[in-house]
């Protein structure tokens, strides 16, 4: 049976060692730290979960975390991440697990004192994202399941944040920057169109795509150019509704990244709204009612 010294108790279930290169390590496990103190040796087959700690205060509120969180609590959200890692077939890094930790706990606290923040849905992300966000919603489905407390629903939406985060190997938070700028340019869509789009369609899943798309060919400086500007003058003099609103996609874009569209960006935009604006359309014709006017070619 082997032993590792211990280097501090944090709790019952979670004491700190120190390894041969110096690296701070947090081990756990049910009744792992019982009746030890520093100095002492401890049974390493008891050990279920093992983090190693970066330096400064980042490990500090680790460590803290670690101490103030109840056990089952990090039991199952350590559980929920080894599956979503075998899901998604790559780690997920050591800070993940902390986080969700972190989050669980507070909405598990919210939850008891009757707080429930606004429901949202991120429909964008289930277009983007199907893996993560299935593999964050099995997560949060275990973490209910082993606590024995319903999470709400919109949990899924915030683990699917985390795990993009994890998985993301992107400076800055490219990706959430890329995100909520996509998330804008629906806003602005909807506002224009004087509707929430239908989330479920086709239409709605080309478009999130194509603007996915089109952000990461600006970040990339690589946007699409053409000589040929006979159908961006036809798009513009034929369907004036979706011009005006690619036009304020354009101005907020222009706002956002400093970067203006082409003519040829504009144009695939002002298709895909007029996409979404016949949809609408035919949505609300009453059954025997005429066509709504078809999409561009």
């Known amino acids: 049976m082997g032993g590792v010294a211990v280097h501090k108790v944090l709790n019952n279930n979670v004491v700190v060692s120190i390894d041969e290169s110096g690296q701070e390590r947090v081990l756990m496990g049910r009744g792992l730290g019982f009746q030890l103190k520093s100095g002492d040796t401890l049974d390493d087959t008891k050990v279920e979960k093992t983090f190693v700690l970066d330096q400064g205060s980042e490990a500090e509120h680790a460590r803290q975390l670690l101490t103030d969180v109840p056990y089952p609590v990090i039991e199952a959200v350590t559980r929920a991440v080894d599956e979503a890692e075998r899901t998604l077939g790559r780690s997920l890094g050591r800070r993940l697990p902390l986080a969700v930790i972190d989050h669980v706990q507070y909405v598990l606290e919210r939850l008891?004192?009757?707080?429930?923040?606004?429901?949202?849905?991120?429909?964008?992300?289930?277009?983007?994202?199907?893996?993560?966000?299935?593999?964050?919603?099995?997560?949060a489905t275990s973490i209910s399941a082993q606590l024995g407390t319903e999470l709400p629903r919109e949990e899924a939406v915030f683990l699917?944040?985390?795990?993009?985060?994890?998985?993301?190997?992107?400076?800055?938070?490219?990706?959430?920057?890329?995100?909520?700028?996509?998330?804008?340019?629906?806003?602005?869509?909807?506002?224009?169109?004087?509707?929430?789009?239908?989330?479920?369609?086709?239409?709605?899943?080309?478009?999130?795509?194509?603007?996915?798309?089109?952000?990461?060919?600006?970040?990339?400086?690589?946007?699409?150019?053409?000589?040929?500007?006979?159908?961006?003058e036809f798009a513009k003099r034929s369907y004036p509704r979706s011009y005006a609103i690619?036009?304020?996609?354009?101005?907020?874009?222009?706002?956002?990244?400093?970067?203006?569209?082409?003519?040829?960006?504009?144009?695939?935009?002002?298709?895909?709204?007029?996409?979404?604006?016949?949809?609408?359309?035919?949505?609300?014709?009453?059954?025997?009612?005429?066509?709504?006017?078809?999409?561009p070619g």
Do not use: C, W
Not at 194 to 221: E, P
Not at 223 to 228: F, K, Q, T, Y
């Open 160 to 232: 699917t944040m985390h795990l993009l985060n994890a998985t993301r190997d992107e400076p800055n938070g490219t990706a959430a920057l890329l995100f909520r700028r996509l998330q804008h340019v629906v806003g602005t869509v909807e506002e224009g169109l004087g509707v929430h789009l239908d989330t479920g369609s086709a239409d709605y899943a080309r478009f999130i795509l194509h603007i996915q798309f089109l952000l990461q060919r600006l970040v990339a400086k690589s946007m699409l150019r053409g000589s040929d500007t006979s159908f961006f």
């Open 246 to 295: 690619a036009e304020d996609v354009k101005s907020y874009v222009s706002a956002a990244t400093g970067s203006e569209l082409t003519d040829e960006e504009l144009l695939y935009v002002i298709v895909h709204v007029e996409r979404l604006a016949n949809q609408v359309a035919a949505d609300a014709t009453p059954s025997g009612a005429p066509d709504a006017p078809g999409e």
């Open 112 to 139: 008891q004192k009757g707080i429930r923040i606004p429901s949202t849905s991120m429909p964008e992300l289930r277009v983007l994202h199907p893996q993560e966000f299935a593999a964050a919603a099995a997560m």
